[in-house]
Nanobody, 121 residues
Framework: QVQLVESGGGLVQPGGSLRLSCAASGSIASMNAMGWYRQAPGNQRDLVATMTRSGSTNYADSVKGRFTISRDNSRNTVYLQMNSLKAEDTAVYSC???????????????WGQGTQVTVSS
């Protein structure tokens, strides 16, 4: 099992910045992808950004150029630096880890508890 603990959400004015952190613990595979998803009220949960252990990244078009994902593999921690925040970025942001728990098994998805990001003046 894998546990994910997020931190860093809060209230910020439009144009401001926030940094989210997510620390993973437990049975973490040597190959995995970590990332962030978000869900606004009434909407589905959408990809924000993901990053593999080797450094490959994937971003939603809506955040490209504003958000940056990074990770510290030695700490099993992923970060999301969010700049130039907009009201439409308001959502619950959830950390995700994807891995095969054992060779040749389906990919497992693990989720954090979510952290609220509110962009408002």
């Amino acid at each position: 099992q894998v546990q994910l603990v997020e931190s860093g959400g809060g209230l910020v004015q439009p144009g401001g910045s926030l940094r989210l952190s997510c620390a993973a613990s437990g049975s973490i595979a040597s190959m995995n992808a970590m990332g962030w998803y978000r869900q606004a009220p009434g909407n589905q949960r959408d990809l924000v950004a993901t990053m593999t252990r080797s450094g490959s990244t994937n971003y939603a078009d809506s955040v490209k150029g504003r958000f940056t994902i990074s990770r510290d593999n030695s700490r099993n921690t992923v970060y999301l630096q969010m700049n130039s925040l907009k009201a439409e970025d308001t959502a619950v942001y959830s950390c995700n880890l994807q891995q095969r728990d054992r060779p040749w098994t389906p990919i497992s998805n693990y989720w954090g508890q979510g952290t609220q990001v509110t962009v408002s003046s």
